[in-house]
């Protein structure tokens, strides 16, 4: 079993649609959630960061964190063509990590006009 | 500010050809360094990590090694490509000391390596 299972997708919205991105997670030590967003052929850019269970907004972007669960989603509120991009989850243990990151495997999403 | 530089942005090299990719940070001091490799629609796997100079650090046994000459410099290497090496390798810094950091990593353009 992978460590963080991400939903493959690919995506395929019409703009304005609400997007649900979600991940999973085996390790009960991960302690720090991330998403990034990858444009083709370009670095990854973190988008949000949060370490509790629950929600955080920012924008159009909700993050949510249930570590019962071991269950991590990103929320877009109105898409739009621009969010169309590969979206990464990816988590950190913490404690003497180093800041190594685990990932998930990728979402592509493509929204439409 | 910080900025993360990796050259080159494209590679093709031949099989058994040696690989030097190089990273470099500006802006801050004693950053941690890393090098992750992208599989075409896949995630990234984590590589190298440097916490120093001189420090190195491998999570997967394999073709590659990787070097930190200088605190904001971080070179990955080959003395032989294999096919397998083929992918999109990223370099990354992030502020060390306490990992709950509120800055996550910074991800530099990235490295297209094609071995043919």
């Known amino acids: 079993q992978k460590e963080v299972e991400q939903d493959p997708g690919p995506l395929s919205v019409p703009e304005g649609a609400i997007v649900s991105l979600n991940c999973t997670y085996s390790n009960s030590a991960f302690q720090y959630f991330m998403w990034y967003r990858q444009y083709s052929r370009k670095g990854p850019e973190l988008l949000m960061y949060?370490?509790?269970?629950g929600n955080k907004e920012d924008g159009r972007f909700t993050a949510q964190v249930d570590k019962s669960s071991k269950y991590i989603s990103l929320f877009i509120r109105d898409s739009q063509p621009s969010d169309s991009a590969t979206y990464l989850c990816?988590?950190?243990?913490?404690?003497?990590?180093?800041?190594?990151?685990?990932f998930g495997q990728g979402t592509i999403l493509t929204v439409h006009p | 500010s910080q900025t993360i530089h990796q050259w080159p942005a494209t590679l093709v090299q031949p099989v058994g050809s040696p690989l030097s990719l190089e990273c470099t940070v500006e802006g801050t001091s004693n950053p941690n360094l890393y090098w992750y490799r992208q599989a075409a629609g896949r995630g990234l796997q984590l590589l190298f990590y440097s916490v120093g100079i001189g420090q190195i650090s491998s999570e997967v046994p394999q073709n590659l090694s990787a070097s930190r000459p200088q605190d904001r410099q971080f070179i990955l290497s080959s003395k032989k490509l294999l096919l397998s090496d083929s992918g999109f390798y990223l370099c990354?810094?992030?502020?060390?000391?306490?990992?709950?950091?509120?800055?996550?990593?910074?991800f530099g353009s990235g490295t297209r390596l094609t071995v043919v």
């Open positions: 990354a810094w992030r502020y060390p000391g306490h990992p709950s950091s509120n800055y996550g990593y910074t």
């Open positions: 990816a988590i950190e243990a913490g404690g003497t990590s180093y800041g190594k990151l685990t």
């Open positions: 949060t370490y509790s269970s």
